[in-house]
């Protein structure tokens, strides 16, 4: 396969996924403000900064907006042109990639894409308000869950089908650890008893990666900060943690392999071994003894060096920056 077809089908994967995990968590950020509004606050009540650490856009963000609030949080994630990472533009990039490799994917992923685009650039982004803007976040996370059917009941197990696997696991990995990352350890201020803040701050975090039921299918009690670490950086099962995904990983590239190593894809192979040991013997204990700061940059830093081994070992143009 071309690099550029490779490097085309990857960041399409990575840009989607990207695009929904921003949708999921403004929609519930949204959805906590509307049902804790308090109208003599206007600024970060709901730490909103919070998302924008997420996208680790601080610096960029605050060099456009002088504060945060509501309406530049999601001007800036959602329809910014002038941010790489807002939805708007991953959804340019996804499609862009597409349209490219149109040969390689499904007539109807194509189309799926395209219109997705084409819904997205007809937003009215300059009128929306609070009320009602949660529907263009959920026309994102449904196209999205449509671009995952269609991968997976449509394409061949082939080079095209891998390279988009390896994009949407690398990017899901990377991203769950930023986000228990940034919220482990955030400062909320609140009317509310401490322990109820606890709580609806870690349910919001379920809610965002779509765990909520299936955590509690898995432990039936009450929500701790603990087991939802535990949950989404080592359950087997669920789709959405960090284990499922390295895992997926691995597959991916012993797919693209055909399960055998060689001295061009051997420091891809030792940097995916040792992520995918450290979590399939790691456990909650050792996180909380090493410090959940440094454990979660770890592992976006492992997920920074795979992304540039990838690149790098499947000629897939520039490294990540």
């Known amino acids: 396969m071309l690099s550029r077809a490779a490097d085309s089908l990857f960041w399409m994967a990575r840009n989607i996924e990207r695009a929904e995990t921003s949708a999921r968590l403004i929609d519930i950020k949204l959805v906590t403000m509307l049902e804790n509004f308090d109208p003599e606050i206007d600024t970060d009540p709901y730490h909103l900064e919070a998302l924008i650490s997420i996208s680790g856009n601080n610096n960029k963000f605050y060099e456009q907006y002088e504060q945060c609030d509501t309406r530049s949080v999601i001007n800036y994630l959602a329809f910014s042109s002038s941010n790489p990472d807002s939805i708007l533009n991953n959804i340019v990039v996804a499609r862009e990639n597409a349209r490219t490799i149109r040969g390689m994917i499904p007539q109807e992923l194509w189309e799926l894409i395209n219109t ?87 349910s919001s975090v379920l809610h965002s990666v779509s765990g909520y039921e299936a955590y509690l299918e898995k432990y039936r009690s009450s929500i701790e900060p603990d087991q939802v670490m535990d949950f989404l950086i080592f359950d087997k099962n669920y789709p959405r943690s960090i284990f499922f995904s390295v895992e997926r990983l691995i597959e991916a590239f012993y797919e693209m392999e055909k399960n055998e190593v060689h001295h061009y894809n051997r420091e891809l192979f030792i940097a995916l071994g040792k992520l995918h040991s450290d979590l399939k013997f790691g456990t909650i204990e050792e996180v909380l003894n090493e410090g959940v700061d440094t454990w979660f940059r770890k592992i976006q830093d492992s997920c920074f060096h795979i992304g540039n081994l990838i690149s790098r070992t499947y000629y897939l143009g520039e490294l990540e920056g």
């Open 116 to 202: 997705f685009y084409l819904n997205i650039k007809e937003y009215p982004i300059d009128q929306w308000e609070i009320e009602n803007v949660s529907y263009f976040f959920q026309m994102v996370k449904d196209q999205s869950l449509l671009f995952q059917g269609i991968v997976n009941t449509m394409m061949s197990r082939g080079e095209a089908y891998t390279f988009i696997k390896m994009g949407k696991y690398l990017e899901r990995t990377g991203k769950i650890a930023r986000i228990l990352g940034v919220n482990v350890h955030q400062s909320i201020q609140s009317r509310f008893a401490k322990e109820v803040v606890e709580h609806h701050q870690w």
